[in-house]
């Protein structure tokens, strides 16, 4: 279960291994947050449907899967913000996106993600925002998530970057989901899968561990002199905090 603290492995790369993508190239005018009005009404009837399979019955019944401290995301839910999580289960992104339905969850992903068959165009209609490579699409890219979130929107970021399964352990933070909450000076929202031991009838049924979704207080950037020490000191700092939740919550913990 544990990860093995001695054996050298690069914390950025993904252990998850998906089927090949294919290459994508993204055009000046791109619909990242799929604003068109035909893609919100079938986004909003999709997110409906992974709620009812991934969250009530894959979910709830087989991964044991249950959302603790509500009250921290009632407090902010008409405001937009930045929510951050670690990355360790391959349904976590449509969990924390379906949980809260209807408010709508972005996701920020890998550009290659959209040249996966099939999943790629449903990744994005579900609310996956592709993050695009260059300095113009870029600054285009930053103005329309801050419009989301400046009308209510939930913009998702796993810092970590990869998918590690049930990962014992926070792995490093990367800048990007502070960097966008600093560019549109909202919130964060920290989120963390902790694994709990099967308890009851789950001992039975159940080999790996139970996923919950705690839901941390709202987290506000602290400013520093420069915007590289802001985002350095706020990337550390979340870190911890997440770290530290972490090891006190979760049954099963591995090595840093």
């Known amino acids: 279960m544990a990860d ?9 790369e993904h252990t998850f291994k998906t089927i090949e993508a294919r290459p994508v190239t993204l055009t000046d005018d791109f619909d990242y947050f799929g604003q068109k009005l035909h893609r919100r009404i079938l986004s909003k009837i999709l997110v ?56 709508r969850f972005y996701f920020t992903m890998l550009k290659t993600n959209l040249g996966l068959p099939l999943f790629g165009k449903l990744f994005h209609l579900i609310g996956g925002a592709p993050i695009p490579d260059t300095k113009e699409h870029l600054i285009r890219y930053q103005s329309l998530l801050n419009d989301r979130l400046l009308k209510g929107s939930m913009i998702a970021v796993f810092p970590e970057a990869s998918l590690r399964p049930y990962c014992t352990h926070i792995r490093p933070f ?46 506000k950037l602290v400013e520093k002199s420069t915007k590289y020490e802001t985002l350095s000191y706020n990337t550390d700092a979340l870190q911890q905090i997440l770290t530290d939740y972490f090891n006190t919550n979760s049954d099963y913990l591995g090595g840093d």
């Open 4 to 12: 093995d603290p001695k054996k050298p492995i690069d914390e950025n």
């Open 48 to 103: 409906l449907l992974i709620k009812i399979v991934f969250v009530y019955i894959i979910g709830f019944i087989f991964l044991g899967f249950r959302v603790k401290h509500k009250e921290n995301y009632i407090a902010m839910k008409k405001k937009g913000a930045v929510v951050v999580s670690n990355h360790v289960h391959p349904f976590d992104a449509f969990m924390v996106g379906s949980t809260f339905w209807p408010k």
């Open 174 to 219: 990367k800048k990007g989901a502070f960097r966008f909450a600093f560019q549109s000076n909202v919130d964060i929202i920290p989120m963390i899968f902790v694994f709990k031991k099967p308890k009851g009838l789950y001992k039975y049924l159940k080999k790996k561990p139970c996923i919950h979704l705690h839901i941390l207080p709202a987290y």
